[in-house]
């Protein structure tokens, strides 16, 4: 109990400052530092998302009650503001349950821009905190550019486009909720959707019916590892099919364009065949958050025309 205290306490007091100063509400305070307690704890405002990783031999060993007890003990908060989140649900922690169809959202400030986020409803909370040195870099260099978010889930990387005067930002996803979601957000951030456009759409199917077409200056490419959704007619596996991927938005870029490419799949190696016939970086040391003791949460690659 008193390890795990101490290590939050430590790691509070490095974030606090720098997120202060960012403007930053939602980042992650604990990675998994301490073996005996393999739990990611993100912080959203005033609450606090627990992530429980770990498997069945900690049945015996279960620690989560230590990590909710240290976190009402530091910020003097009461269990509800504590949210779980497990693999599966484990005997004996049923109190700590919060997965459900609540419907409760918030919002969270990051620097320039603020989401919309529901920290119980989903698997995911609304807002990739692991994005944000990219959402930041797509801020800073998309100034009176076309730009195209694929997989845009909740929009926030379009917003900081939108934010960052980007003249136009084109937000695809095959769910409608999280479509509405990204609109939601470009609403509370007062962004004038005048010149912004979402579509529903199978990603894959949308770029083979749109590549040729040279329409943007910086797209952002962001595709689940794997995904057999009803949707789609075929299964996806971003390693096996990042060719089409990659040349198709290649395909859609204008002269002196960028692509950035993400992904979350371990062990990703990038297609000799894209190697060869374009200008690739790997930015991903530059991408991962300093609030992210995982440095392999994901990969990202520059890519350019030769």
């Known amino acids: 109990m008193i390890m ?12 606090k400052s720098w997120a202060d100063r960012a403007g930053i509400e939602a980042y992650r305070l604990y990675d998994r530092d301490i073996p005996e307690y393999p739990f990611i704890v993100d912080i959203y405002k005033d609450h606090f998302l627990v992530y429980d990783k770990g498997d069945d031999r900690d049945k015996d060993k279960n620690h989560l009650p230590h990590v909710i007890e240290a976190l009402e003990g530091l910020f003097k908060c009461d269990e509800s503001k504590i949210v779980i989140k497990r693999r599966e649900r484990q005997e004996g922690l049923n109190q700590y349950e919060k997965i459900g169809e609540k419907k409760e959202t918030f919002t969270v400030r990051e620097s320039q821009g603020s989401f919309i986020v529901n920290l119980h409803d989903y698997l995911d909370t609304g807002l990739f905190l692991d994005h944000r040195p990219m959402r930041q870099k797509v801020f800073k260099t998309v100034k009176d550019k076309k730009f195209l978010n694929l997989f845009c889930y909740t929009g926030s990387v379009s917003v900081f486009a939108a934010l960052g005067g980007a003249l136009s930002t084109t937000s695809v996803d095959m769910s409608q909720t999280y479509l509405r979601w990204a609109q939601d957000n470009f609403e509370l951030n007062k962004i004038d959707p005048a010149r912004h456009s979402f579509i529903n759409a199978n990603v894959l199917e949308w770029l083979d019916e749109n590549q040729g ?32 991927l990659v040349n198709a938005c290649m395909s859609m870029l204008l002269p002196g364009g960028v692509l950035y490419f ?11 065949d894209l190697m060869s016939k374009y200008s690739i970086r790997d930015i991903t040391e530059e991408s991962i958050p300093q609030d992210f003791h995982d440095k392999k949460i994901h990969v990202c690659f520059e890519i350019k025309n030769k």
């Open 262 to 272: 993400s992904n979350n799949k371990r062990k990703f190696k990038i297609s000799p």
């Open 213 to 244: 077409r040279p329409t943007y200056d910086v797209i952002f490419l962001d595709p689940p590892t794997f995904s057999n959704s009803k949707k789609m007619q075929d299964s996806f596996e971003v390693e096996r099919d990042q060719d089409f």
């Open 4 to 15: 795990i205290k101490n290590r939050l306490e430590k790691n509070y007091k490095k974030l």
